[in-house]
């Protein structure tokens, strides 16, 4: 009788080539503390002030928060269901919606947002740290942060189990204190510089949200349950989103600050400095969130390559981007992701909830379904028609469709183009489907 070792839970790790069934280890706690890290982030506050800004109102801004948030939960809960029915990572999954083929398009736009969040997380690292120190130190920082995201992303199980146990306490302490000592300043007026209207506040909101919906089944694969998937990412994620931004617009309001400088109003309060570095160390994990990610994506394409030399040649090239560019367009730059993402991951619910019944083929055979595609194609439209945005050679081509579409009045108070693009992309997916649908074989 032959004797076989069981290896302990914590030693057991995420698989190393695609090909390779994903160990079911993570439970609600697990993924909610994992998914509340993710959330608790220094773009938190930042997104928070672009929110009050594009209100113009605390209370509004507040109010956007909060419905943005929920939306891009509930968007996020239902992608982090692909991985813990199917095993397989998120743009993996999208092969059940596209097909093997099809799944290439998403998955190399989520390679690019990847590497673009995971530089911007470093750069905004190690800006912070240079807020509580000084500016000759930043390169240093971003190659700590680097080096630090990409080891997380060599053993992420394990880096699941830490945020867990650790980071999450002293996270929390941080942030109670960071609330109070805002909450404890005199409140005053918002500027009206900027002020764009509700809607286009909660659409950066959601889009912040739901820019984590193509990372959710990288790590929801390991889940137990489709429950604990759903509730610990939506849940997770989406109250500590509600809690950073909501510190943001009330940063803006009480230490009249702006999304450029909000994270050195936060150093400079009594001190500051100390819980914004308890948040520095913190918002390493979401560094390597987007170079795990970007390197489960990058399986999508080359399955068979070790994933860990995939993540070390990803940290290398997000650490060296973030040593030679700016923060940039912050806030055209979630548009413009929410105006992609948004509409895929809706359509992409409709399809495996209402279509498809669950039952997706994540396969390397699996067929192109081009009803999904023009599902999210429709909805994609339907975004750029209701916020066109203002980036140059884009947005000027899509306002003047906007105009056409409605002879050329304003666009409705009402109507937001998170939510438009929501309801087109899953209306059209269940039309789509169901009217494309052929019988399962038996």
């Known amino acids: 009788m032959t004797n076989t070792a ?32 993710f959330g608790i982030s220094l773009f938190g506050p930042v997104t928070g002030a672009l929110v009050a800004a594009t209100t113009g109102s605390l209370w509004k801004g507040l109010l956007a928060v909060v419905v943005g948030c929920v939306i891009g939960a509930l968007v996020l809960g239902g992608a982090a269901v692909f991985g813990s029915q199917t095993g397989a990572p998120a743009m993996t999954c999208l092969r059940g919606l596209f097909g093997r083929r ?10 690019a947002q990847n590497v673009g969040w995971a530089t911007m997380e470093i750069i905004i690292i190690s800006q912070a740290a240079v807020a509580v120190t000084s500016e000759r130190w930043r390169w240093v920082f971003v190659l700590l942060a680097g080096v630090i995201a990409t080891t997380m992303a060599v053993r992420p199980l394990g880096s699941v189990k830490l945020l867990r146990k650790f980071m999450v306490w002293l996270v929390l302490i941080a942030s109670v204190y960071l609330f109070v000592q805002v909450l404890s300043k005199p409140m005053h007026d918002l500027p009206q510089d900027n002020v764009l209207g509700f809607w286009p506040a909660v659409d950066l909101a959601a889009a912040g949200v739901v820019s984590f919906a193509p990372l959710a089944a990288d790590y929801t694969r390991h889940s137990r349950t489709n429950k604990a998937a759903f509730a ?19 940063a803006v309001a009480t230490l009249q600050t702006n999304s450029e400088d909000v994270i050195t109003a936060l150093v400079v309060l009594p001190a500051g400095a100390i819980a914004l570095l308890v948040l520095l160390v913190d918002e390493v994990d979401e560094a390597y969130a987007n170079v795990y990610s970007t390197t489960m994506a990058a399986h999508n394409l080359i399955g068979k390559v ?34 992609v993402f948004v509409p ?10 209402l279509v498809s019944k669950m039952n997706w083929d994540v396969s390397g055979t699996a067929r192109f379904r081009w009803q999904p595609a023009v599902a999210w194609l429709i909805g994609f439209v339907a975004y750029q028609v209701v916020n066109p945005g203002t980036v140059s050679r884009w947005s000027p081509f899509w306002t003047d469709v906007q105009q056409r579409v409605f002879n050329h009045q304003p666009v409705p108070t009402w109507l937001g183009a998170t939510v438009t693009s929501i309801v087109v992309s899953m209306l059209a997916a269940v039309v789509l489907g169901r009217v494309g649908r052929r019988p399962l074989d038996n």
Do not use: H, K
């Open 344 to 353: 895929l991951f809706a359509a992409a619910i409709a399809d495996f909830f």
């Open 232 to 250: 610990g990412s939506s849940l997770g994620y989406g109250l500590a989103a509600i809690a950073y931004y909501a510190l943001g617009v009330f």
């Open 306 to 339: 070790d994933r860990r030399w995939i993540s070390v040649a990803i940290g290398v090239l997000a650490t060296g981007l973030a040593l030679m560019v700016d923060l940039g367009n912050y806030t055209q730059f979630l548009f413009l992701i929410g105006s």
């Open 6 to 37: 069981v290896r302990p839970a914590s030693d057991i790790e995420a698989p190393l080539v695609l090909t390779t069934d994903a160990p079911r280890t993570l439970g609600f706690l697990d993924q909610f503390a994992l998914w509340g890290n």
């Open 102 to 111: 099809g799944s290439m398009a998403p998955t190399v736009l989520n390679i």
